[in-house]
């Protein structure tokens, strides 16, 4: 396989969906969506995730040093859109349907309908020139009881069918292109 040379991508390294809740200073709940999330190992099971740029979502992370993240599915893709492509900083943005609910360990808001909610605490901040890469511990994780089946792995994923992105496009759990950023908002009744 011939190779070529390119700036800076990440187009074919597809990631996860996650939308982050938080509480903003008056105590509404805000969710912003996002990518960069992975896990580490620092003696027990952990997250990584950085955000660049001034977001709401940012703030309230900084100020109050907890989030969730709940997975993005099928079923929450045009939602997860919307909260993704609306800024925190629109009054109007949060003035959707949604079913929110709270976490059991933080006090942090969840998405009901999201088969995985992780709870999480920011252990360490790494401010970078124009992003906050967060270290954070699981604190719990709140998870649709039907995952607990004997299923396995492949057929629960199929079912939750969770979203990843790469390239501005958002991709089913089997690779299919689901449109791209800004698009599945656009079925949503406000």
């Not at 969840?110 to 401010?127: A, C, H």
């Not at 299919?176 to 800004?182: N, Q, V």
Request: hydrophobic share 35%; aromatic share 8%.
């Amino acid at each position: 396989m011939s190779k070529i040379s390119m700036n800076p991508n990440n187009d074919y390294c597809p990631q996860t969906l996650f939308l982050y809740g938080t509480y903003d200073e008056n105590g509404n709940p805000d969710f912003g969506l996002f990518c960069w999330l992975s896990y580490i190992w620092d003696g027990e099971l952990g997250v990584m995730c950085c955000m660049g740029g001034d977001k709401l979502t940012k703030r309230n992370i900084e100020r109050d040093k907890v989030f969730s993240a709940n997975l993005v599915t099928e079923e929450l893709l045009a939602v997860a859109d919307y909260l993704g492509c609306v800024s925190g900083k629109n009054p109007d943005k949060m003035k959707i349907d949604l079913d929110i609910g709270k976490g059991e360990v933080l006090n942090v808001p969840i998405l009901n309908k999201s088969p995985v909610s992780y709870e999480l605490e920011v252990t360490d901040f790494i401010s970078k020139h124009d992003g906050k890469v967060m270290l954070c511990k699981i604190r719990n994780v709140l998870q649709d009881e039907s995952l607990s089946s004997d299923e396995t792995v492949e057929q629960k994923l199929a079912r939750i069918a969770p979203i990843r992105t790469t390239a501005k496009t958002y991709l089913s759990y089997d690779g299919k292109a689901l449109g791209m950023w800004g698009e599945p908002m656009k079925t949503i009744k406000k």
